[in-house]
Structure formats: structure tokens, C-alpha cells
């Protein structure tokens, strides 16, 4: 029976000590969503990208994607971004979908114009880069290095 206390004791400190872990690293990792004004983008393809997912400038996060839904007429993807009350966007600002890397996962990139007048809440980017579908790109980089011609 004392053996049984001991171990429970042991295994409550384990777990403690994980949880601690745990809500340390989320803390400090950035991965809250960010409140702010909300902006909106138009893209042909944002394959990868999520809700939640940081949208960046100079590679800071800036703020978040909040919602993404379909418009019917064009059958383009409409991004909702949450951008942080510090961060004016001027109105020739451009967005583009990036990749982490090879493994990662996807973000938007901001890249501010040079524009006098500023975004306000509701606008939208109309400046915008689709997501690059790395499989494909990779399967077009095999097939030429294959030589094959198709002919």
C-alpha cells in the first residue's frame, strides 16, 4: 500500500510538471489569435492554409486568418485576417500565401505598399499571390529531369 501512495505521488508530480510544460510553451510560442481590425483577400488557391494561422510582415506576426469561405460567383477563396490595431496597412499593400518550408506549414505574407491612404476595418487586399503547390511543382521538377517529352 505504501508503495501504491509513492507512486501516485510520483505521477502526480510527472504530470504537474508537463502541464507546466505545456502552458509554458504555448505561452511563448505565439500561437493566440491576435485582436485587431479585420481585412480581407481574395486568392485562386490557398491550399494548406488554416484558420488560425499567422499572417506576418518581415516575417512578424502581425496577426491571423479567421475565417476562410468560398465566394460562389468566382470560385475564389475569401480570407478573413485579423491585423493588430498597431499595424496600417496603406491600400496597395499585396498578401501572398508562403510555405514555412518544405514541411511546414503556411502563412500569409504582408508586404505594405507604399500608399498615402490606409486599410480600414472591412477593406480588402485586392493584391494577392495564390498558394504554390509544392507536389506539383515537384512532380514537374521529376518529369523534366527524366526527360521525358510527352513525345
Same mark, same amino acid.
Given at each position: 500500500?505504501?508503495?501504491?501512495? *509513492? ?6 508530480? *510527472? ?14 510560442? #505565439? *500561437?493566440?489569435?491576435?485582436?485587431g481590425y479585420e481585412v480581407k483577400a481574395r486568392f485562386t488557391s490557398v491550399e494548406g492554409l488554416k484558420v488560425g494561422d499567422d499572417v506576418r510582415i518581415s516575417g512578424i506576426k502581425v496577426g ?21 490595431? #498597431? ?16 514541411? /511546414?506549414? %503556411? ?5 505594405? @505598399? @507604399? ?6 476595418? /472591412? ?8 498558394? *504554390? ?6 512532380? %514537374? ?5 527524366? #526527360?521525358?517529352? @510527352? #513525345?
Open positions: 500500500m505504501q508503495r501504491n501512495v *509513492v507512486e501516485t505521488l510520483i505521477g502526480a508530480a *510527472v504530470l504537474g510538471v508537463a502541464i507546466t510544460f505545456i502552458f509554458f510553451a504555448y505561452s511563448r510560442a #505565439g *500561437v493566440e489569435a491576435v485582436a491571423s486568418v479567421m475565417a476562410q469561405t468560398l465566394d460562389p460567383e468566382y470560385f475564389q477563396a475569401i480570407i478573413s485576417m485579423s491585423i493588430d490595431h #498597431g499595424v496600417e496597412l496603406p491600400t496597395d499593400t499585396d498578401a501572398a500565401i508562403a510555405s514555412e518550408g518544405l514541411l /511546414g506549414g %503556411k502563412y500569409i505574407a504582408v508586404n505594405p @505598399g @507604399g500608399a498615402e491612404e490606409m486599410l480600414a476595418a /472591412g477593406d480588402e487586399i485586392t493584391l494577392t499571390q495564390p498558394s *504554390v503547390n509544392l507536389e506539383t511543382l515537384l512532380g %514537374k521538377a521529376i518529369f523534366a529531369l527524366s #526527360g521525358a517529352d @510527352g #513525345g
